[in-house]
């Protein structure tokens, strides 16, 4: 009889050891895809910025960037399509990239609706889709046209800039697209009947600017997706 009571004595501690041991792996890959998500949410917040540096043809340290031919741009207009800056430009860039799928080109695409904003249409998901999407000429790596460097050097970025970084298993890339500025569009009325200020650009840049950045994580469970919209306003000093 006691030796009965020893084996399962024994089997019990045997029992907790190894719940005890699989609680904490689970708490350990939990932690770890915490970490992760949180690390590709700096990043894509990084590449947000370096997209919007872009639009505005600021390099990283703030200065504005400058073509060999003198435009004021972070992209050569030798090279590819640049950021229309009048209605005549836009309708160039319109009648460039239309033909195109998608209608994008290094990055600067014309509005692409559902094929972003779509709930059944988040190609970004799928890993073969986004590659298709990159190649295609839909997406931008971090610091490409800025100038910003996508290693942490130490630097108080650290390990989100790392993810930054595009390799065979992973990546990050942003895209823009131009939208012409509609006076009259549903939006904007409904943003002024509830006290909010529209987002009226200036008059000589008539366009808003949505762009998306996809920052895919060290694990393939991890992919972080944010858009932020741009508009030159006097406001801003822009």
Not at 150 to 168: M, R
């Amino acid at each position: 009889m006691a030796l009965l009571v020893v084996l399962v004595m024994i089997l019990l501690s045997a029992l907790l050891a190894w719940v005890a041991a699989h609680q904490a792996l689970l708490s350990e890959t939990l932690a770890g895809q915490e970490v992760d998500e949180s690390l590709a949410l700096a990043a894509a917040q990084a590449l947000l910025r370096d997209a919007e540096r872009d639009v505005l043809g600021l390099r990283v340290e703030g200065q504005p960037c400058q073509t060999p031919s003198g435009v004021l741009s972070c992209r050569d207009p030798s090279d590819g399509p640049t950021y229309p800056v009048d209605v005549e430009a836009f309708a160039a860039l319109v009648q460039r990239l239309a033909a195109r799928t998608p209608p994008c080109e290094k990055g600067i695409c014309l509005g692409l609706g559902d094929a972003v904003s779509g709930e059944s249409s988040s190609f970004w998901w799928q890993a073969g889709q986004l590659k298709t999407w990159v190649e295609g000429g839909g997406g931008v790596p971090y610091g490409r046209y800025t100038g910003a460097r996508s290693t942490g050097g130490g630097s108080a970025w650290g390990d989100d800039l790392d993810l930054l970084q595009v390799s065979a298993n992973r990546g990050a890339w942003y895209w823009v697209e131009v939208l012409p500025y509609q006076v009259g569009s549903s939006a904007f009325q409904a943003s002024a009947a509830r006290g909010l200020s529209p987002l009226a650009p200036l008059p000589a840049h008539p366009f808003v600017y949505r762009i998306t950045a996809v920052v895919q994580g060290r694990t393939a469970a991890t992919a972080v997706v944010l858009q932020s919209v741009l508009v030159r306003q006097a406001l801003g000093g822009v």
